[in-house]
C-alpha cells in the first residue's frame, strides 16, 4: 500500500497554541518520514524529517513524534504563530528519501491572533 | 542550502499547443528529479520519475506521449506538456535529488501555474 493518511483536513489554532497533525501509513518498508511546509502559489518545503530509528526528533518548534509500531507519526507546532499559517503535508518515502515520496491529503493550518 | 529553479512560473496559452517546463538544480547535481501535479487544494501527485540520461518513468495512469520528460544534464529536466487541453491546468512542481548527498533529501522548485485556455 503506498497511501499515506492525514488529518485533520483543516486546524485553526490561536496564537501561542499548540498545532498537532496526524499521520498514519501501512507501508512497513517506507523508511523516511518528511513534513513539508507549503504557502499558496509556492512549492513545498521541507520542514523536518524522521526516520524510524528515533521516536521524537526536535527542530526548534517543530517536533515529530513517530510509532513504529501502530505506524503513525504526527507532527507538533509549539508555540504556533500567525507566520505559521500555510498547508502542512506528512510524506513518506523509501531508502531514507531516495525514492519517490508519497504525499498525505495535506492539512490547511490557520493560526489566528 | 540547495536550490530548485523552475521557468517559466507561470504559462498561459491556447487549446492544442505545446508547453516546455525547465527544472534546474542550481547548486548541485541531481542524477534524479520528480515531476508533480498539483490541483487546488489537493496534494501532489507524482507524474513521473526522471533520471539523466535514461527514460522516465511514468506513474500509472500518467501518459508518456502527452507529458515529456528529458533529463539531459545533471541539473536540468524538462517537462513538456504536448497539445494542452483546459484540463492540463495546474501547477506543476519538480523536485531534485542532491546525489551525492547521504540524507536523500528532495529539494523543490517554486512550481510552475500552467493555464490552458
Known amino acids: 500500500q503506498q497511501q499515506v493518511k492525514q488529518s485533520p483536513q483543516s486546524l485553526i489554532v490561536q496564537k501561542g497554541g499548540i498545532s498537532i497533525i496526524n499521520c498514519a501509513y501501512e507501508n512497513t518498508a517506507f523508511d523516511y518520514f518528511p513534513w513539508y511546509q507549503q504557502f499558496p502559489g509556492k512549492g513545498p518545503a521541507l520542514l523536518i524529517a524522521i526516520r524510524p530509528d528515533v521516536s521524537e526528533k526536535k527542530e526548534g518548534r517543530f517536533t515529530i513524534s513517530f510509532n513504529k509500531s501502530a505506524k503513525q507519526f504526527s507532527l507538533h507546532i509549539m508555540d504556533s504563530q500567525p507566520g505559521d499559517s500555510a498547508t502542512y503535508f506528512c510524506a513518506a518515502s523509501y531508502s531514507g528519501g531516495y525514492q519517490k515520496v508519497t504525499f498525505g491529503t495535506g492539512t490547511k493550518l490557520q493560526v489566528i491572533p | 542550502g540547495a536550490v530548485v529553479s523552475q521557468h517559466p512560473s507561470r504559462v498561459i496559452c491556447k487549446s492544442g499547443t505545446s508547453v516546455k517546463i525547465e527544472c534546474r538544480s542550481l547548486?548541485?547535481?541531481?542524477?534524479?528529479m520528480f515531476w508533480y501535479r498539483q490541483f487546488p487544494k489537493q496534494s501532489l501527485m507524482l507524474m513521473a520519475t526522471s533520471n539523466e540520461g535514461s527514460k522516465a518513468t511514468y506513474e500509472q495512469g500518467v501518459e508518456k506521449d502527452k507529458f515529456l520528460i528529458n533529463h539531459a544534464s545533471l541539473t536540468l529536466s524538462t517537462l513538456t506538456v504536448t497539445s494542452a487541453h483546459p484540463e492540463d491546468s495546474s501547477f506543476y512542481i519538480c523536485?531534485?535529488?542532491?546525489?551525492?548527498?547521504?540524507?536523500?533529501?528532495?529539494?523543490f522548485g517554486p512550481g510552475t501555474r500552467l493555464t490552458v485556455l
Open positions: 547548486d548541485f547535481q541531481a542524477t534524479t
Open positions: 523536485s531534485a535529488r542532491d546525489q551525492i548527498a547521504l540524507s536523500g533529501e528532495q529539494f
